[in-house]
């Protein structure tokens, strides 16, 4: 008896671990991706309204440099391009089914993740040096009549921007959406664990 006291101390004594509750789970991963989805919506709705900005700047000013509308037309394909990815990016994460299960959402998380990881890494940088370069050819005819003071403020503060816009504002923008899809993939690693003990 005296053992089986003793068993029922120990047993008393440990904590009792809570399943997390599935519902709550979802929720927040519903949400996390939600939020973010809207945030990548944003992004491509403002991406694409430049592209009229760009047809109007190239229709209505008569340029003489054919270098210019090269310029216009690589920032156009750049821009759209950039969005045809990013909505490929949201519709991807929009139909991962949250309540299948957890293994099979696991998996399409964890490949929509290493997707991003591409798309911040090598498709962003694609697209910073290909829309610089446009810039460059657009800069040739806009830049010309400048005087050499005020094309160096102009490249300055442009070149000031990039790098500002590139390395600091980029990247902190994408750890915000690593952090997010992780925490999406930790909760439902979460739910995972709990339920296969």
Not at 76 to 102: E, G, H, N, Y
Request: aromatic residues 14%; proline residues 2%.
């Amino acid at each position: 008896m005296k053992e089986f006291n003793n068993l029922q101390e120990i047993w008393k004594q440990q904590q009792q671990t809570t399943l997390p509750d599935v519902s709550q789970i979802i929720t927040k991963a519903k949400k996390d991706r939600t939020q973010y989805s809207n945030k990548v919506f944003f992004q491509i709705a403002t991406l694409v309204l430049v592209l009229p900005v760009l047809f109007w700047v190239g229709s209505t000013i008569n340029f003489k440099m054919s270098t210019t509308y090269i310029g216009l037309l690589l920032m156009a394909l750049c821009v759209t391009a950039f969005s045809l990815v990013r909505l490929s990016q949201m519709i991807t994460l929009r139909k991962i089914d949250l309540t299948q299960k957890p293994s099979l959402t696991l998996n399409q998380l964890e490949k929509y993740y290493a997707f991003q990881q591409i798309v911040s890494t090598k498709i962003s940088l694609a697209y910073f040096i290909v829309l610089n370069i446009a810039f460059v050819f657009y800069f040739i005819e806009v830049m010309q009549p400048m005087s050499t003071g005020l094309k160096a403020f102009v490249l300055f503060l442009y070149v000031g921007w990039m790098l500002f816009a590139y390395f600091y504002l980029g990247k902190k923008q994408k750890q915000k959406e690593y952090d997010r899809i992780q925490e999406m993939i930790d909760a439902i690693k979460q739910m995972e664990d709990q339920y296969e003990k």
